[in-house]
């Protein structure tokens, strides 16, 4: 089992940056990869950003060059640096873990509890 606990959420004009946080827990050695997604009401969840254990990173078209994800493996906690915010970036965000369970190594997913990140225009 791997917990996940999100901060960083909050209120922010349109321009403004903010920075997300995720601390991981339990198994973590069982992690392959953790990301970020979003949500507003009545949409699917999107993935925003992502980076595996060998450091390599994915991101949304929409957040290419403005959005930064990391991870600081010795606490093992993941950030999503997010500046030039838009008024479209406003979401819930969470945080996700992907990682294998033995016997069998099949993957599953984790989940954080969200927090809300609102731009104003």
């Known amino acids: 089992q791997v917990q996940l606990v999100e901060s960083g959420g909050g209120l922010v004009q349109a321009g403004g940056s903010l920075r997300l946080s995720c601390a991981a827990s339990?198994?973590?050695?069982?992690?392959?990869?953790m990301g970020w997604y979003r949500q507003v009401p009545g949409r699917q969840r999107e993935l925003v950003a992502s980076?595996?254990?060998?450091?390599?990173?994915n991101y949304a078209d929409s957040v290419k060059g403005r959005f930064t994800i990391s991870r600081d493996n010795a606490k093992n906690t993941v950030y999503l640096q997010m500046n030039s915010l838009k008024s479209e970036a406003t979401a819930v965000y969470y945080c996700?873990?992907?990682?294998?369970?033995?016997?069998?190594?099949?993957?599953?997913?984790?989940w954080g509890q969200g927090t809300q990140v609102t731009v104003s225009s």
């Open positions: 996700n873990a992907n990682a294998f369970v033995l016997p069998d190594y099949r993957g599953v997913d984790y």
């Open positions: 980076i595996n254990t060998d450091g390599f990173t």
């Open positions: 339990g198994s973590v050695w069982s992690i392959n990869a």
